[in-house]
């Protein structure tokens, strides 16, 4: 009986750039420009989640602006809503994904079709019928449903209008999908009728999906520990975890010890594992929900930065501010900045900003803070355009 690989030491420093550049944050333009650098990034990273926060720009831009320097909300549009080479549903939280990867959804879409949503069980069958006589003759909006009889809520996040809850019931089963934003307003069509079907393609299997979840997290990532594979998806780790051992015997992944990371055991494929300095001149301001930065012990384990996400926290006891935003300079983390977009004033404004790690005592910050303030014009223009 063999026995099991021992485990390579990495020091975080390469652990950080292994991951830096599994991000695309190694190099200033790596998918190019336009649409299809959109559909790439998206591709690549796996998924880019959205969120309805606008303080800055909403996330899913900032992320693809983040590896797309000439970046535009149109590039988004056109992917969504002309390539349709990115759709949005559920990852560990509403995201675009790649087109390409639709199949390995539809188990869970069917698995909602069958047994519901729990945050939609007062979805009513007269609600159903009506949305869905309505997406029929075209695609809509929930602005275009204007006989609403408004409810109670039964959680913070849930619509009053029973349409709204019927649509997005519809979209989480499959039978509908989103199929252009404008800001948060959503447009819906029937699934089949977005993307020219004439029926669902066929769903991947269990053992399909679970080499999917890896086959992701590794490119993505790089070194991968089970938490950062299965991130809010605790039901796949078992899954997950004989994947990984059956690859390990066969050579095709190396247990890796990353300095400081204890008992957790992480992965990586040896080619992965080369050597690659990421340029010091580079600089990202980051949104707090980049792939990058919103698993927090992870990054915290690779970078040494615990990120703080104060948008829900008394305002007396913030320590980093409101939506403060990490600073990636070359392979470390080395500001957080408290930044609002003031759209009325075309000015994007500088609440707080705070130095980290050893930026906080480093000779010539003075020659760092010049990087960070030539980057952060750049952002300003982004954050005014359109």
Not at 82 to 94: G, K, P, Q
Not at 350 to 368: D, H, I, P, V, Y
Not at 374 to 386: I, M, S, T, Y
């Amino acid at each position: 009986m063999s026995r099991a690989p021992k485990s390579l030491p990495l020091p975080t420093t390469q652990a950080r750039q292994i991951w830096l550049r599994a991000q695309r944050l190694d190099t200033r333009a790596p998918f190019g420009e336009g649409a299809q650098a959109v559909a790439d990034a998206v591709s690549h990273l796996g998924y880019v989640q959205i969120d309805t926060i606008n303080v800055i720009e909403r996330c899913h831009h900032h992320i693809l602006f983040s590896r797309i320097p000439s970046y535009s909300r149109a590039d988004l549009r056109h992917a969504q809503s002309v390539d349709r080479s990115v759709f949005e549903y559920w990852t560990h939280a509403l995201s675009y994904v790649p087109s390409n990867d639709f199949r390995f959804f539809l188990p869970a879409m069917r698995e909602h079709k069958r047994e519901g949503h729990r945050w939609y069980a007062s979805v009513t069958p007269g609600d159903t019928r009506k949305v869905m006589r309505l997406l029929r003759a075209g695609p809509l909006t929930i602005r275009d449903i204007e006989d609403d009889v408004l409810t109670e809520k039964e959680h913070l996040w849930q619509s009053r209008k029973p349409s709204k809850r019927a649509l997005q019931l519809a979209f989480y089963t499959g039978v509908a999908t989103i199929s252009a934003r404008q800001g948060m307003l959503k447009t819906y069509d029937l699934m089949t009728r977005h993307f020219g079907w004439d029926k669902l393609p066929k769903p991947a299997s269990v053992k399909e999906i679970t080499a999917y979840l890896l086959d992701r997290a590794l490119r993505s990532q790089g070194v991968v520990s089970l938490d950062s594979v299965c991130h809010l998806d605790a039901p796949s780790k078992k899954a997950v975890a004989s994947l990984i051992a059956a690859r390990v015997r066969r050579g095709e992944l190396m247990p890796v010890a990353i300095e400081g990371a204890g008992k957790q055991e992480h992965w990586a494929q040896p080619s992965a594992l080369e050597p690659h300095e990421v340029s010091p001149d580079l600089v990202h301001i980051l949104s707090p929900f980049d792939p990058l930065i919103i698993q927090r012990k992870r990054t915290n384990l690779i970078f040494g930065y615990n990120h703080l996400f104060e948008a829900y926290v008394p305002k007396a006891k913030r320590k980093l501010g409101y939506f403060a935003l990490p600073v990636l300079v070359g392979d470390e983390i080395v500001a957080a900045l408290d930044l609002k977009t003031d759209r009325q004033a075309k000015k994007l404004l500088m609440q707080k900003w705070t130095w980290l790690g050893q930026a906080k005592k480093m000779a010539g910050r003075k020659e760092l803070k010049q990087k960070i303030e030539d980057e952060l014009d750049r952002f300003e223009r982004f954050q005014l355009a359109e």
